[in-house]
């Protein structure tokens, strides 16, 4: 069997859909090449080939002979356009392309100076200017043609050709000019778009401290070794995923986790690359590297989010490939019964096919970039466009909606003891017990600022409880199973039917204490759950392991509907069981034990997904930080992409469907047409720019 291998490929000069799939094409031919996916947000194709057969320098010849460049991989990266760069370059082109198109009216057609140049200037020397000017748009053309591809600067050529053919050099010379403007747009446009993305791989660290030889050296990321020392000192981007092993430092995470508010890390607290030590210094074994990081791994999955399309950027698509031919008919029917050659070219002219391409994966791009930003990892306009349509929201429980670690919430004193001195025995008895609940009553007690006693002939009874001595008096913690007499009380009822798991507590065979404790809910999932039902989920569903008893109370809490004592095989048929009924399904789990439901939703949300592999993989969608809000927030991220793509498509539609029927009936000269055809990419770009902006 061939060894096979998979490359990245820069690519640069692609300004829209219908590029990336000239590129895939041409290297698609080559022999030994198996697959390829070409990504128009990243300027990249990721090619998996034989390299017998096939290396670098043929893709390259492939990608050029197609139109198009591969950059040396040390050619200097472009920085990123800052928002306010953006609306200014924005606001200029738009006002320069009014001005020319009203410099073209007034002067060119009322005052009749095109009609001055054209009988003054000889043909041929404007033949020149035209063919001089627009020559490199000429070779793409013709290239185009001799691979039978129709590019939509084929069309625009046979405009100049129908102009020149009727000696209209001038009309000819200003399409041309035009034509070269129209590229400028389309690649401020796609560039543009691009900003969001291109600006979180800037925040990618490039070189890293490591301990060496008890000295210190700076080297690139990509040198370092796992297991090595990473020193980070005060202002520095920490280089690495890893263990802090010593010092403290305020680390700011917002890369990752798009969270404002710091976080202290000392001895044993796990860090990510790309995030920033604020105050104090670290030394940090290192566990992950360059793009294995979680860093890296997101970068990566939303430069390739593109590759997951959605149906709506599909359609676009196909539309954008049949769109030229139905306009070149559209000409030769003009041509037919108006016998103007003058139409015709206008029809050709004014025929934007880019602003169809455009008009989806440039709200997608912006949109998955801009959510990165801010811990919200979309995997592509795929499931922006699925969660904008979704009706139900399956949710796990613990972890999930719950903290994932069980609190005391009530403490009972029986038979004349305080508050104060049942916590005190409890937590002294629990001080080297391992189990949760026992965690929970120490941390309940160093919260109050109990002291504790050194337990004597501490014993653990797996699945039952703890004993030991306590100032010479024997002391018990447990369940029913250890501690019998608790079958008795009357306050148990009410607190199980809460939910609560409870403890209770002998000292010298009497039943001293209760003990109540439950997995806390998140403080803003109520508020969460209730803005995700204004915004048209209709129906939520907590599915959990747990037991009928706890699951109840908290569904009865929230006000949802509820499944107890489900295995993760279970959730995924719960998960196919609404899917069978037409329903878009969103499933949120902590990744872990949920993956195979996140997977098979049609939407898989995984909650505090910052370092965990499994959460990154199996979810759609990856909320970096444990946060409900962002819930609600990735809806609305959603909805608003899908009404600016909505808006893009209806305003191009309606564009090009007046623009040829004007063109057709001899209403918008060659000139105007050629002018007007660069407009649709601005409108695009300006209502796409709204998702680079947060709105809550």
């Given at each position: 069997?061939?060894?096979?291998q998979?490359?990245?490929?820069?690519?640069?000069?692609?300004?829209?859909?219908?590029?990336?799939?000239?590129?895939?094409?041409?290297?698609?031919?080559?022999?030994?090449?198996q697959?390829?996916?070409?990504?128009?947000g990243?300027?990249?194709?990721?090619?998996k080939?034989?390299?017998?057969?096939?290396?670098?320098?043929?893709?390259?010849?492939a990608?050029?002979?197609?139109?198009?460049?591969?950059?040396?991989?040390?050619?200097?990266?472009?920085?990123?356009?800052?928002?306010?760069?953006?609306?200014?370059?924005?606001?200029?082109?738009?006002?320069?392309?009014?001005?020319?198109?009203?410099?073209?009216?007034?002067?060119?057609?009322?005052?009749?100076?095109?009609?001055?140049?054209?009988?003054?200037?000889?043909?041929?020397?404007?033949?020149?200017?035209v063919?001089?000017?627009?020559?490199?748009?000429?070779?793409?053309v013709?290239?185009?043609?001799?691979?039978?591809?129709?590019?939509s600067?084929?069309?625009?050529t046979?405009?100049?050709?129908?102009?020149?053919?009727?000696?209209?050099?001038?009309?000819?010379?200003?399409?041309?000019?035009?034509?070269?403007?129209?590229?400028?747009?389309?690649?401020?446009?796609?560039?543009?778009?691009?900003?969001?993305?291109?600006?979180?791989?800037?925040?990618?660290p490039?070189?890293?401290?490591?301990?060496?030889?008890?000295?210190?050296?700076?080297?690139?990321?990509?040198?370092?070794?796992?297991?090595?020392?990473?020193?980070?000192?005060?202002?520095?981007?920490?280089?690495?995923?890893?263990?802090?092993?010593?010092?403290q430092?305020?680390?700011?995470?917002?890369?990752?986790?798009?969270?404002?508010?710091?976080?202290?890390?000392?001895?044993?607290?796990?860090?990510?690359?790309?995030?920033?030590?604020?105050?104090?210094?670290?030394?940090?074994?290192?566990?992950?590297?360059?793009?294995?990081?979680?860093?890296?791994?997101?970068?990566?999955?939303?430069?390739?989010?593109?590759?997951?399309?959605?149906?709506?950027?599909?359609?676009?698509?196909?539309?954008?490939?049949?769109?030229?031919?139905?306009?070149?008919?559209?000409?030769?029917?003009?041509?037919?019964?108006?016998?103007?050659p003058?139409?015709?070219?206008?029809?050709?002219?004014?025929?934007?096919?880019?602003?169809?391409?455009?008009?989806?994966?440039?709200?997608?791009?912006?949109?998955?970039?801009?959510?990165?930003?801010?811990?919200?990892?979309?995997?592509?306009?795929?499931?922006?466009?699925?969660?904008?349509?979704?009706?139900?929201?399956?949710?796990?429980?613990?972890?999930?909606?719950?903290l994932?670690q069980?609190?005391?919430?009530?403490?009972?004193?029986?038979?004349?003891?305080?508050?104060?001195?049942?916590?005190?025995?409890?937590?002294?008895?629990?001080?080297?017990?391992?189990?949760?609940?026992?965690?929970?009553?120490?941390?309940?007690?160093?919260?109050?600022?109990?002291a504790?006693?050194?337990?004597?002939?501490?014993?653990?009874?797996p699945?039952?409880?703890?004993?030991?001595?306590?100032?010479?008096?024997?002391?018990?913690?447990?369940?029913?199973?250890l501690?019998?007499?608790?079958?008795?009380?009357?306050?148990?009822?009410?607190?199980?039917?809460?939910?609560?798991?409870?403890l209770?507590?002998?000292?010298?065979?009497?039943?001293?204490?209760?003990?109540?404790?439950?997995?806390?809910?998140?403080?803003?999932?109520?508020?969460?759950?209730?803005?995700?039902?204004?915004?048209?989920?209709?129906?939520?569903?907590?599915?959990?392991?747990?037991?009928?008893?706890?699951?109840?109370?908290?569904?009865?809490?929230?006000?949802?509907?509820?499944?107890?004592?489900?295995?993760?095989?279970?959730?995924?048929?719960?998960?196919?069981?609404?899917?069978?009924?037409?329903?878009?399904?969103?499933?949120?789990?902590?990744?872990?034990?949920?993956?195979?439901?996140?997977?098979?939703?049609?939407?898989?949300?995984?909650?505090?997904?910052a370092?965990?592999?499994?959460?990154?993989?199996?979810?759609?969608?990856?909320?970096?930080?444990?946060?409900?809000?962002?819930?609600?927030?990735?809806?609305?991220?959603?909805?608003?992409?899908?009404?600016?793509?909505?808006?893009?498509?209806?305003?191009?539609?309606?564009?090009?469907?007046?623009?040829?029927?004007?063109?057709?009936?001899?209403?918008l000269?060659?000139?105007?047409?050629?002018?007007?055809?660069?407009?649709?990419?601005?409108?695009?770009?300006?209502?796409?720019a709204?998702?680079?902006?947060?709105?809550?």
């Amino acid at each position: 069997m061939a060894n096979t291998q998979t490359l990245e490929i820069p690519i640069s000069g692609m300004d829209c859909a219908e590029c990336t799939q000239h590129v895939q094409h041409a290297i698609e031919k080559l022999p030994g090449v198996q697959s390829v996916n070409v990504f128009l947000g990243t300027e990249k194709a990721v090619v998996k080939l034989d390299p017998a057969q096939v290396d670098i320098p043929m893709i390259r010849s492939a990608v050029q002979g197609a139109g198009y460049n591969v950059p040396a991989s040390d050619a200097p990266k472009a920085d990123p356009v800052s928002m306010g760069d953006f609306n200014r370059k924005l606001t200029v082109m738009l006002v320069s392309v009014f001005a020319i198109i009203l410099s073209v009216v007034i002067f060119g057609e009322v005052l009749g100076l095109f009609d001055f140049l054209n009988e003054r200037v000889p043909f041929l020397f404007g033949l020149v200017l035209v063919i001089a000017g627009g020559y490199p748009v000429f070779m793409n053309v013709i290239r185009a043609t001799l691979k039978r591809q129709i590019i939509s600067h084929t069309l625009m050529t046979l405009g100049v050709i129908a102009a020149l053919v009727v000696g209209q050099w001038v009309t000819a010379a200003l399409v041309v000019v035009f034509m070269r403007i129209g590229d400028y747009v389309e690649n401020f446009t796609t560039e543009s778009a691009r900003r969001a993305v291109k600006e979180l791989t800037a925040l990618t660290p490039q070189t890293a401290r490591v301990e060496r030889d008890a000295k210190e050296a700076e080297i690139p990321v990509s040198e370092v070794k796992v297991g090595e020392t990473i020193i980070v000192r005060p202002g520095e981007k920490i280089a690495v995923d890893g263990e802090v092993i010593s010092g403290q430092a305020t680390i700011d995470q917002s890369a990752i986790t798009g969270e404002s508010m710091p976080i202290e890390a000392a001895n044993g607290t796990h860090v990510y690359a790309a995030t920033i030590a604020k105050l104090g210094s670290l030394r940090i074994r290192a566990e992950r590297i360059g793009s294995d990081t979680t860093f890296g791994r997101v970068v990566k999955m939303v430069e390739e989010a593109e590759a997951h399309r959605a149906d709506v950027q599909r359609l676009a698509d196909k539309f954008s490939a049949w769109y030229l031919p139905v306009v070149a008919v559209i000409a030769m029917l003009t041509f037919i019964f108006t016998r103007n050659p003058l139409s015709t070219a206008a029809v050709l002219l004014v025929a934007c096919s880019c602003s169809f391409a455009l008009a989806t994966p440039v709200a997608m791009l912006a949109s998955v970039g801009a959510s990165a930003k801010r811990g919200l990892l979309i995997k592509g306009g795929k499931y922006l466009e699925l969660l904008a349509r979704a009706d139900v929201l399956l949710v796990d429980k613990t972890g999930t909606l719950t903290l994932g670690q069980p609190q005391v919430t009530d403490v009972v004193p029986l038979n004349g003891l305080s508050r104060t001195e049942i916590l005190s025995l409890a937590a002294s008895v629990e001080r080297y017990s391992e189990h949760p609940l026992a965690e929970a009553v120490r941390t309940l007690a160093r919260n109050e600022n109990i002291a504790l006693v050194e337990p004597q002939n501490f014993e653990s009874v797996p699945g039952h409880g703890v004993r030991a001595v306590i100032d010479s008096r024997r002391v018990a913690v447990g369940n029913r199973r250890l501690i019998p007499s608790a079958e008795s009380l009357t306050i148990t009822s009410e607190l199980e039917a809460q939910g609560k798991t409870l403890l209770f507590m002998e000292r010298d065979n009497e039943l001293v204490g209760v003990f109540a404790a439950a997995d806390t809910l998140r403080s803003e999932v109520p508020a969460a759950l209730k803005e995700v039902r204004s915004l048209g989920i209709r129906h939520i569903e907590l599915l959990t392991g747990d037991n009928e008893r706890t699951a109840s109370a908290l569904a009865e809490k929230l006000g949802v509907s509820y499944r107890a004592n489900l295995l993760p095989e279970n959730k995924i048929d719960i998960v196919k069981e609404y899917q069978a009924k037409g329903h878009v399904v969103v499933m949120v789990g902590d990744g872990v034990n949920d993956a195979p439901a996140l997977a098979q939703a049609d939407v898989g949300i995984a909650m505090g997904a910052a370092g965990t592999d499994v959460a990154i993989e199996a979810a759609h969608i990856a909320l970096m930080r444990e946060d409900w809000n962002l819930v609600p927030d990735v809806l609305k991220i959603a909805q608003r992409t899908m009404r600016v793509v909505k808006t893009n498509l209806l305003f191009t539609t309606a564009y090009n469907i007046i623009g040829l029927t004007l063109a057709a009936f001899g209403f918008l000269p060659p000139v105007l047409a050629a002018a007007a055809q660069s407009l649709p990419d601005i409108g695009i770009m300006g209502n796409s720019a709204r998702l680079l902006k947060h709105k809550s």
